[in-house]
T-cell receptor, first 113, second 113 residues
């Protein structure tokens, strides 16, 4: 299994540009999530999905959209990039239930100028 | 508000020492708690998952303990090695609509050869 994969690894955007961060998992996990990691603030939940066709907002959803058309893929869209969205973005997945392990992708480092 | 604190923020020890990393959480109504390792520029790797009904969980040189009622967990690393150098994050899982992990800001560990 490849686990959780993310592309791209690095991205530089200008303010106002849009882009999509890709995330895929091959473990047939129902639950997928997007986090951002900023210095001194820990990881914060942006959006999550409990299955194909079902998404919901996390702690910091403003400026981001998600969709879940398949079990495997969970892309994160930045609608109009802002410097405040400069961060490292992690996708994660887990099988489901209250007791299972969460698996993380390698991250995307995004810089917005 | 559900918050997680990790102490110390940074730790430097000589190779071979045993060490303890501390994690405290404000809301004790957790389902489980995960300890993760993060290497620089990388994603998170799950080390141990301890259920709310458990007191301890062990994997190799790692031992995690949980005192749910007092809102504390510790990660004990025996006979530390330079390869243990990384940031260690704890994350309790809560129920409710998001069933989400809450992350601390981590402890940066450096093991000197």
């Amino acid at each position: 299994n490849a686990g959780v994969t993310q592309t791209p690894k690095f991205q530089v955007l200008k303010t106002g540009q849009s882009m999509t961060l890709q995330c895929a998992q091959d473990m047939n996990h129902e639950y997928m999530s997007w986090y951002r990691q900023d210095p001194g603030m820990g990881l914060r939940l942006i959006h999550y999905s409990v299955g194909a066709g079902i998404t919901d907002q996390g702690e910091v959803p403003n400026g981001y959209n998600v969709s879940r058309s398949t079990t495997e893929d969970f892309p994160l869209r930045l609608l109009s990039a802002a410097p405040s969205q400069t961060s490292v973005y992690f996708c994660a997945s887990r099988r489901g239930g209250l007791t299972d392990t969460q698996y993380f992708g390698p991250g995307t480092r995004l810089t917005v100028l | 508000k559900q918050e997680v604190t990790q102490i110390p923020a940074a730790l430097s020890v000589p190779e071979g020492e045993n060490l303890v990393l501390n994690c405290s959480f404000t809301d004790s109504a957790i389902y489980n708690l995960q300890w993760f390792r993060q290497d620089p520029g990388k994603g998170l790797t799950s080390l141990l998952l301890i259920q709310s009904s458990q007191r301890e969980q062990t994997s190799g040189r790692l031992n995690a303990s949980l005192d749910k009622s007092s809102g504390r967990s510790t990660l004990y690393i025996a006979a530390s090695q330079p390869g243990d150098s990384a940031t260690y994050l704890c994350a309790p899982r809560y129920g409710g609509a998001t069933n989400k992990l809450i992350f601390g800001t981590g402890t940066l560990l450096a093991v000197q050869p």
